[in-house]
């Protein structure tokens, strides 16, 4: 059955300076568990997502169901530089199978944070999370203006949905539910690799009119041309939800994950993007998916998480 497990505070644990003085603060110094009764003051709210059930339907490697832990553990160590509380709500599992559920609980957790002021930030799990996410969002803002979602991502996952969802469907479940909903569907795919999406999912992208770019596309060069084409995208939603596949980024970098990308795009292309989203007071949500800490190689890749945490928060 799928459920939340009790925050466990132990994995937040790191080095100590004292020497340095109460400056010398890390994560672990100032993590917080999230308290239910919505008396905590606004902050970012982890949310782990330990799920690979999609992944497995997808026919890939399986291992990110252990990626909301391995991330935390990175991150414990990273110095702190907010302004503003971090708390931490848990974990999903989804140990059944039953994805759908699993969709259903997290939605509601996103929403219950929403409700009381947070920035949920989920650590996935395979990118099934992504419908999950956003429907927490859908769920939160019950049609209060129009959602924009940007995927930093190899490809589309815009397969449709037949008898099960997958880590491969979440954004054609979302178009499904917008076209059921009366709402439009906003997406914007970048990064895209021409040779792991079919011709079949570049014609559903674009009869839906999804706006995407290829990973030779972003490049620090076109680093203006991404900057214009985000500002236009923007300019056209009320909210913004980001979700980052890790398998987005090159393979050397990101070894960590179910399909290492061939060429993949630099974090200083991503992170300058991730900044010019946040700087637009529209970011309501992120996540990260496909970290498998299985496939990882000396913590290289849950660093790099650790980093886009970092960068998606401070």
């Known amino acids: ?43 970012v709210a982890l949310v782990g997502f330990a799920c690979d059930e999609g992944v497995r339907r997808n026919k890939g490697r399986v291992g990110a169901a252990g990626a909301p832990l391995a991330v935390r553990k990175l991150l414990a160590n990273t110095a702190w530089h907010l302004g503003r509380p971090v708390y931490d709500s848990g974990d999903l599992c989804c140990d059944d199978g039953d994805l759908d559920a699993a969709h259903g609980r997290l939605a509601e957790r996103v929403a219950s944070l929403l409700d009381e002021g947070h920035f949920p930030l989920v650590l996935g799990g395979g990118h099934e999370v992504a419908f999950g996410s956003w429907s927490g969002l859908n769920l939160h803002l019950a049609g209060r203006g129009r959602i924009g979602i940007i995927n930093f ?27 059921a909903q009366g709402t439009p569907f906003t997406y914007a795919c970048l990064g895209v690799a021409e040779t792991a999406n079919t011709q079949a999912l570049f014609a559903r992208a674009e009869a839906l009119g999804v706006w995407h770019e290829l990973d030779e596309a972003m490049t620090p060069a076109e680093l203006p041309a991404l900057l214009s084409g ?19 980024l090159p393979a050397a970098v ?22 010019h989203i946040r700087a637009s007071g529209k970011l309501r949500l992120a996540d990260l998916a496909e970290y498998n800490p299985s496939l990882d190689q000396d913590n290289r890749s849950a660093r790099v998480a650790a980093r886009l945490v970092h960068q998606l928060t401070k």
């Not at 790191?14 to 568990?33: F, I, M, S, T, Y």
């Not at 190899?154 to 076209?179: N, V, Y």
């Not at 236009?232 to 980001?242: Q, V």
């Open 254 to 275: 990101m070894p960590g994950v179910s399909a290492p990308a061939a060429r993949g795009v630099e974090l200083a292309v991503i992170e300058p993007l991730i900044a």
């Open 230 to 248: 985000l500002d236009a995208f923007i300019a056209r939603c009320d909210h913004l939800y980001l979700t980052i596949d890790l398998d987005v």
């Open 153 to 179: 991502d190899a490809h589309f996952d815009l397969r449709m949905k037949l008898e099960q969802a997958s880590s491969g469907t979440p954004f054609f479940q979302i178009a499904e539910q917008c076209a």
């Open 1 to 43: 059955m799928d459920k939340f497990n009790p925050v466990d505070m132990s994995v937040w644990q790191g080095r100590q300076d004292p020497e340095d003085g109460e400056l010398a603060l890390r994560w672990h110094n100032k993590v917080q568990p999230w308290p239910q009764a919505g008396s905590a003051a606004p902050g």
